[in-house]
């Protein structure tokens, strides 16, 4: 069995410490040990009360994930937790660090709280598709109210122990030696003679949620627009429920477990669960070993404060590295920080930050229009227009000045980064850092590896990505690395859909059900129809060189319908509103394009339209797999959870085509290659022997 729980007696307090290295997951032998300890305590006419606490940096970090899904072994944490909440001994938790998930449970069935200010408290179970089944969703409701305890348990993210202590999660917060402030708290509550506080038996505080609909009618409203598509926050929401309504205690964690079940046996839980791994496993580079020196980062330069470089700067200020900007006058230079300015300042007006926060983070920005300013900058990052030339020239400029050793990066969204690394004297050094938009929020960072990056470069880049906040994929340098070079068969399906008979709303409204975010003419619409059009009439290409799929958004811009920024595009947008409106015109335009084309419309169903938009995916992913741009399928799975919205529930494009069984993915892919052609049919060869072998893409992970 593993992990263990050691006992010993001070005065009259049995001290239960939990010892399961690092971090003290509730395993079979720490159950044990519970069980043991308890009854130990329970027998010894010399003990009073119990104070249990964790060996090392956490309380208890949650389960044993390793135990998942096996044989268990030893008494169950139900029934350790009886044992606990029956105890006529008083026990105190002494929460010396982390008490995440099973953890914070095992807490809440201690009749008492103390707790170290920096120890963290969190239940993160519907991140997994899950929710807290050791009682949690009953004993917080009953400490804490209805209302915050769903707060809480919806958000998943840890809180530290001041804040656990205003939420009344915790009796106290107790700063030096836990274990001694615990034992004093055990011989206060003993020598006052208190009764023992179970948080099963208390009413009071869930009475006064009684007959109040509107807590959950809240909750119900805030978890589909911030949890979209998830099962586990209904099921939380019907625990929290129980717990205020049923009274009885067994009978609300009669409905914890049933709803328990419920989201272990839902398809989300093993997508969520394979996500969870999948971002620990992307930091991983075959032949970058973890223990490559990196370079230390201590100062940022950004070329360009537009759009991304702004961001960008953002991005390095929030973590508090100090960033000079460079532009190329002094009104753009201006622009570009005043728009950083507005933007912490729409901050502090939505109560996100405080004046004096933004004012620290301002103090960390520098604007020049030098590149000798950049001399001291440790990485470089270049976020100028979307254009070799100026790349390369650009990169001629950077390592003119920056200093031996420093990183020197590029924004780009798919240019070549071995072109630009060949305009210095430094290919080493260069690498790219591709961010997406808003680059201050958005959670990818794509990392392009130029054929000749030192592994130092890469290995800095990665752990940068972390610094930031950030979740880092590796990709090879190849036209629109991973994330756009799939996407653009996304889109150039969508485009041909709507010619052959389908809306661009029926096109949004199945993307839309299927978890995206947005549908992809909505996308359009909020990056802007002009940008495409504008290009190709600069490129002075002649209208029958224009790919059909642009068609339609060029007659858009020329009745200046140029999307959100004009309150029109696809959709009409009333004045101030971003949520756009189907518009009869449009429809009417796309059926003349098909007419022109000599398209004979039809009807295509919404079965069609997703696998046709979402099968480009996984074909193209499996080319780019083959071709080694990207490590393993469940790289490609990140990339599309964090810069392109793709539903997180659904685990990724390539675990969500597992699930779909790669055999009949090949054979639509084949049924549209016969019906529309095309490279994009063409199926990959790695999908075709997959399917040949009988395996799949998570085979490859193995
Ligand atoms: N916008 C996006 O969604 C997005 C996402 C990812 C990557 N990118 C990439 O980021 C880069 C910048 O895109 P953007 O959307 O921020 O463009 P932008 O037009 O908003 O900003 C570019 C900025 O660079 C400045 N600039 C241009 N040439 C310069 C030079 N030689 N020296 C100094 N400054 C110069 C311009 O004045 C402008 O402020 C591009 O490579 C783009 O492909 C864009």
């Given at each position: ?488 068969g996304y889109t150039r399906q969508a485009g041909e859909i ?22 992809p ?28 799929t ?59 339209v997703?696998?046709r938009c979402l099968y480009p ?59 529309y052609?095309?490279?994009i ?22």
């Amino acid at each position: 069995m593993k992990g263990t729980v050691h006992y010993e007696q001070r005065g009259a307090t049995a001290l239960l410490t939990i010892d399961n290295p690092p971090v003290n997951p509730l395993s079979s032998g720490v159950r044990q040990g519970l069980s043991d300890g308890i009854g130990r305590a329970l027998a010894d006419e010399s003990v009073q009360a119990i104070v249990l606490t964790g060996a090392g940096r956490a309380f208890i970090a949650g389960a044993d994930i390793a135990e998942f899904g096996g044989e268990a072994q030893g008494p169950s944490l139900h029934d350790c937790l009886k044992a606990m909440d029956d105890s006529d001994k008083p026990i105190v938790a002494a929460i010396n660090g982390t008490a995440f998930g099973g953890g914070l449970e095992v807490a809440l069935c201690c009749h008492y709280r103390v707790i170290a200010p920096n120890a963290p408290v969190g239940l993160p179970e519907v991140k997994l598709g899950l929710l807290p089944g050791a009682g949690g969703t009953q004993r917080l409701p009953r400490l804490i109210g209805a209302a915050k305890a769903l707060d809480f348990i919806l958000s998943g993210d840890p809180i530290p122990g001041p804040q656990a202590a205003e939420l009344g999660i915790v009796d106290e917060v107790a700063e030096g030696d836990i274990v001694a402030a615990g034992i004093a708290y055990a011989e206060k509550i003993i020598a006052a003679g208190s009764p023992i506080r179970r948080i099963r038996d208390e009413d009071d505080i869930v009475a006064a949620d009684r007959g109040k609909p509107e807590i959950f009618e809240n909750a119900r409203k805030n978890a589909a627009r911030r949890m979209r598509k998830r099962f586990a926050p209904e099921m939380i929401i019907q625990c929290v429920e129980a717990a205020v309504n049923l009274k009885d205690f067994d009978a609300g964690m009669k409905v914890e477990q049933e709803c328990f079940s419920r989201c272990i046996q839902h398809p989300q839980r093993e997508a969520l669960i394979h996500v969870f791994f999948a971002e620990r496993e992307v930091a991983k580079i075959p032949d970058v070993p973890r223990d490559t020196e990196t370079i230390e980062i201590a100062r940022a330069g950004v070329i360009g404060c537009g759009t991304m470089g702004g961001g960008i700067a953002m991005s390095f200020l929030n973590v508090g590295v100090p960033v000079t900007v460079l532009e190329l006058d002094q009104a753009a230079l201006d622009r570009g920080i005043g728009v950083i300015r507005r933007n912490y300042d729409i901050q502090v007006q939505r109560g996100r930050m405080a004046a004096a926060e933004v004012d620290e983070r301002m103090g960390l920005l520098t604007g020049t229009v030098r590149y000798e300013d950049l001399s001291s900058a440790d990485v470089v990052i270049e976020a100028v227009y979307e254009n070799i030339d100026v790349k390369v020239e650009t990169f001629r400029k950077i390592e003119a000045v920056a200093k031996p050793g420093a990183i020197l990066a590029s924004n780009t969204s798919g240019l070549d980064i071995d072109k630009m690394a060949a305009a210095t004297s430094r290919p080493e050094a260069v690498i790219g850092l591709h961010f997406f938009s808003p680059a201050n929020v958005m959670r990818l960072l794509e990392v392009v590896r130029g054929a000749k990056t030192s592994k130092a470069v890469i290995a800095t880049s990665m752990k940068l990505g972390k610094r930031l906040n950030k979740i880092a994929v590796l990709s090879g340098n190849a036209p629109g690395f991973i994330g756009n070079r799939l996407l653009a068969g996304y889109t150039r399906q969508a485009g041909e859909i709507i010619l052959q008979g389908a809306t661009p709303y029926q096109v949004d409204n199945v993307l839309l059900g299927f978890g995206m975010p947005m549908g992809p003419f909505q996308m359009n619409d909020l990056v802007g129809l002009d940008l495409g059009w504008r290009a190709r009439k600069l490129s002075g290409m002649k209208p029958e060189d224009v790919p059909i799929t642009a068609r339609i958004a060029d007659k858009l811009c020329e009745l200046e319908r140029f999307g959100q920024k004009t309150n029109r595009g696809f959709y009409i947008y009333p004045e101030g509103s971003r949520a756009g409106q189907a518009d009869p015109e449009v429809v009417k335009i796309v059926e003349e394009t098909s007419a022109e084309l000599g398209i004979e419309r039809r009807e295509i169903d919404d079965e069609e339209v997703l696998k046709r938009c979402l099968y480009p995916l996984i074909n193209e992913g499996a080319k780019v797999l083959e071709e080694g741009i990207a490590i393993r399928p469940c790289d490609i799975d990140i990339v599309y959870i964090n810069g392109y919205g793709f539903p997180e529930v659904t685990g990724g494009p390539m675990f969500w085509a597992d699930q779909q069984g790669l055999d009949t993915v090949l054979a639509d892919i084949k049924r549209f290659q016969e019906i529309y052609g095309g490279d994009i049919w063409q199926p990959a060869p790695l999908l075709e022997r997959l399917v040949a072998e009988g395996k799949n893409f998570a085979s490859l992970q193995a």
